[in-house]
């Protein structure tokens, strides 16, 4: 038998070619098979058929149709968050370009654990992470400009940013560079909090968070002001813009003015919401942003990315210090002194993908304003859906969305039945909604990330709910 080719080399893209096109015919064919969002079935039926698909996962000899043949059934599989009545969780359709960006990085198959192993990708990723930064906290080149209430941040301190795997890794990078910073910290979050905050806090050996109340969905500033005049040590204030239960943002402004206040530092998880910045329309409801120490965004949501393209953004470089780590045969001191860049502070995986590529492939084809045009377009098809319920009398809108996610549920409705439909049209591979429980009650939700949404889908994905919905 014959060694199997590699997909890099010069023979690398010849090799390829085929093998896209088994690929592409297996997509196909397994999306006509699936024929909706969501595979029918429940989670048994899908179960068995991926079982009888994969056979033997690892056979004494090996079959030249395998590609072909686990593709389609991935894909037939699969939840397609390209299809408009896919509309759970903060999971995009990735645009296309970045995804093929993401074939050629898996083809070139750099690590960005030393230079060596990833000459340009390495300057890609340092190039891309500090612009993406300079979103969050401005350009060096305008540091004196007023933000909306006319604070000045200091020049000079227009910060950086990691490539992470997303938000989970985003937020504990943040504790660990707050506890490093400080010798300690008392995470100080709201009950709308993204849970991986939670997690990282027992991480990092870190004491229990203080908890503030959210009553309408976002941290209550005066309670907030109450815990932290209580408070001693150091103190991390974690805000969110775009929970993920109703997409809301905390006031980031007044929670700003309060750290400023109490000498707390602050982190804000803008994993969903962070994308408003590509908008002219939108960024406003970022106001404050620049004012943290650190923020998560995540461009595999609001940005139209493959898996993973998560980011830590740093308003102060030298935060990133205790990241420093030393391993011989990956940044020696002196191949360091001599010029090769040591990519080992970068992040605390060693081996990494350059998801960078696609990130900035996209940013480069489409630009901020073809990407604010996305925003702005998802954005503006959650009010058309909630609109929609608003007049609908057999439905109940929870409120007009600050981003993309809207909730509703059926009049009259039991929360056991909210959930009964959902897992109906789960089942029957009709439809992905998500579900919240916000105000003691269940809500049905649907985030909206597709640009191609008509409002035909919209109003369809409201027929299937009410068509399904005990009377």
């Not at 080719?5 to 893209?13: I, T, V, Y």
């Not at 962070?274 to 609001?302: E, I, M, P, Q, W």
Request: glycine residues 8%.
């Amino acid at each position: 038998m014959s060694t199997p080719p590699l997909a890099s080399g010069p023979q690398g893209p010849d090799v390829l070619r085929p093998l896209l096109e088994t690929v592409l015919h297996a997509l196909a064919e397994g999306t006509a098979a699936r024929g909706g969002p969501l595979p029918a079935g429940g989670p048994e039926h899908v179960a068995g058929r991926l079982r009888t698909a994969l056979g033997d996962p690892l056979p004494h000899h090996g079959s030249p149709d395998a590609l072909h043949t686990l593709v389609r059934a991935l894909a037939e599989g699969a939840a397609d968050p390209a299809d408009p009545l896919c509309a759970a969780h903060l999971h995009c359709p990735p645009l296309a370009v970045a995804t093929a960006a993401d074939l050629a990085a898996s083809a070139l198959n750099p690590s960005l654990d030393s230079w060596d192993q990833a000459p340009a990708a390495s300057e890609l990723e340092a190039l891309v992470a500090r612009a993406l930064a300079h979103q969050v906290y401005g350009d060096p080149d305008t540091s004196s400009t007023p933000d909306s209430r006319g604070t000045r941040d200091t020049p000079g301190t227009r910060g950086d940013a990691l490539i992470t795997t997303g938000g989970t890794e985003s937020n504990q990078l943040a504790l660990l560079l707050a506890r490093e910073k400080h010798h300690g910290v008392q995470l100080v979050c709201g009950t709308n909090a993204h849970h991986s905050l939670h997690r990282a806090t027992w991480l990092l050996g870190l004491p229990e968070p203080v908890v503030i109340p959210a009553p309408a969905g976002t941290l209550d500033p005066a309670a907030l002001d109450s815990a932290l005049t209580d408070l001693r040590g150091p103190l991390l204030v974690a805000a969110t813009a775009g929970t993920t239960d109703a997409g809301l943002i905390d006031p980031l402004p007044d929670i700003a003015d309060l750290c400023a206040t109490h000498g707390a530092r602050l982190h804000i998880d803008a994993a969903y919401g962070g994308g408003l910045l590509f908008s002219d329309r939108h960024r406003t409801k970022l106001d404050g942003l620049a004012h943290a120490d650190t923020v998560t965004l995540d461009l595999h949501k609001l940005g139209w990315q493959p898996v993973a393209a998560g980011l830590l953004a740093v308003r102060d470089p030298t935060d990133l210090t205790p990241l420093t780590h030393r391993a011989d045969y990956l940044n020696a001191d002196d191949d360091t002194e001599a010029g090769h860049p040591d990519l080992l502070g970068r992040s605390l995986r060693t081996t990494r993908r350059p998801d960078v590529l696609k990130i900035a492939v996209t940013l480069k084809t489409l630009g901020r304003h073809g990407i604010g045009r996305l925003v702005d377009q998802v954005c503006a098809h959650a009010h058309e859906l909630a609109d929609l319920t608003a007049a609908h009398p057999g439905f109940e809108l929870y409120d007009h969305p600050v981003i993309s996610t809207v909730l509703f549920r059926p009049h009259d409705a039991t929360d056991d039945t909210v959930a009964a439909v959902r897992r109906t049209l789960l089942d029957q591979g009709r439809a992905v909604l998500g579900r919240a429980t916000l105000d003691g009650r269940r809500w049905l939700k649907a985030t909206i990330l597709n640009p191609h949404t008509r409002p035909g889908d919209l109003a369809t994905l409201l027929k299937l709910v009410e068509g399904h919905t005990p009377r």
